[in-house]
């Protein structure tokens, strides 16, 4: 669904990503986990189009969008939900969503979009018509969300989804992502809760400095001293076993 092959980035004259090999398959959950500084957004906006890629190439369903603008990599099925939400604040509830369904395939199936939208953020069709702005952190990430889903994505990225949240609001926030897949949407994950981020997870990549240090199964990352050390700051003796992930994770790896 997304490869990158030796992909490089630059702000300006200084690089932030190195030689970045990364794929993402059908119907899979990817997360990238790593320090703060690591270039985790810079990778999601990378491939979202959002900045340009001086080297390498990346792949959308086989497709090359390396050198695509935002709106035509958005053509080929990515959709993004970044950092921070983005929303537009003096605009209705409704008016948001229905801006993700700007492109001619997402405005022939913009009924059913809707729907399950609604389906998964019942609270959003309480709120249509109330400014975004006014929404609870919860509610708009929900919101955020529920847009990039109008667009009728086959891959999802997601940018820190959980930042800022309540705890209860950050478990609904999971769920969902799991039923999004379920539904059959790829989903490449930028999550600073490691532990929920490798529990919903069927793979991940360790990002540091600009550079994949690591990559495997999430159920390998759970217990590997490297991650721990690099992302929690834990010195390995002081090292300790994250939860084991979830029933789910499995049944995801074995499909």
Known sequence: ML???????????????????????????????????????TLVQAVAGLLPVRGGRILVGGTDVTRLTAHRVCETGVAIVPEGRRIFPGMTVADNLDLGAYRPDARRQFAGSRRWVLELFPILGRRAGQMAGSLSGGEQQMLAIGRALMACPRILLLDEPSLGLAPVVVDEVFDVIGEINAKGVAVLLVEQNVQRALEIATRAYLLSEGRVRMAGAADEFMHNAELQRTVLGIAPEDAVVLHEPGPGAAERSAG
């Open 3 to 41: 490869e990158l092959h030796d992909v490089d980035v630059f702000y300006g004259d200084a690089q932030a990503l190195w030689d970045i090999d990364l794929q993402v398959g059908e119907r899979e959950i990817v997360c990238i986990v790593g320090p703060n500084g690591a270039g985790k957004s």
